[in-house]
């Protein structure tokens, strides 16, 4: 039986961006399926002690800005280090990504162009022109789906995601979790891939 991959992030968030290309090389050659989960951050923090970017001590704040740099020449992608918009509510993004995961759309590259538009592009993701730009040029129904995106079904799955990443022991944007095992951040994603090509047993806390 293949792998699943569950993805935990929220569409707001730089480390993803820098991590999304990545996973799915991982999960092809690898024949995983990906499942999607977009959770409102601020709700994960909330259950589980972690702060707002600017509440923490100025010395993670600094420390966020070297990875950031680092990483950017890793992974080789563009990022702008201080986007026009952010931050900004992420809620009709991940929302719009929830639909798509649940309706068989194309959520990973719905996925990979909003985290250019912030990351590289200076749009607002929050901005409803901006969303029906990226469904257009996927070739979706852009109304049905912006409608869809906002329903109340949507808004209580985006909800339940960020329930069931806390119970899950998602703390931060991107996890990733295979046979139960948690992999933080988008610089864990070696970890990951070792563990699917040795198809080892998970890994558990102690």
């Not at 050659?29 to 259950?47: D, E, I, M, T």
């Not at 950031?68 to 009709?92: G, M, S, V």
């Not at 979706?140 to 799955?157: C, M, P, W, Y």
């Not at 022991?169 to 948690?182: K, M, Q, T």
Request: net charge negative.
């Amino acid at each position: 039986m293949s792998a699943t991959i569950d993805y935990y992030f929220t569409l707001i968030s730089p480390f993803a961006y820098l991590g999304h290309d990545r996973l799915l090389e991982i999960a092809e050659k690898h024949g995983a399926s990906l499942r999607f989960f977009p959770v409102n951050l601020g709700a994960v923090f909330s259950q589980t002690g972690g702060l707002p970017l600017p509440l923490r001590h100025p010395a993670r704040q600094d420390y966020r800005w070297l990875e950031l740099q680092r990483w950017r020449e890793i992974r080789k992608l563009p990022l702008n280090l201080r986007p026009a918009h952010f931050p900004t509510d992420p809620t009709l993004a991940d929302c719009t990504a929830i639909f798509l995961a649940q309706s068989g759309g194309r959520v990973a590259e719905f996925a990979r162009r909003a985290f250019r538009a912030c990351w590289e592009l200076d749009r607002d993701i929050a901005d409803e022109h901006v969303i029906e730009g990226i469904l257009d040029d996927l070739g979706a129904h852009k109304g049905d789906l912006i409608t869809a995106a906002l329903s109340e079904n949507v808004k209580e799955i985006y909800a339940e995601n960020a329930r069931q990443a806390a119970a899950a022991g998602v703390f931060g944007s991107p996890c990733y979790i295979l046979n139960g095992e948690l992999f933080w951040g988008q610089d864990r994603l070696d970890l990951l891939e070792d563990a699917l090509a040795s198809g080892r047993a998970p890994y558990r806390p102690i």
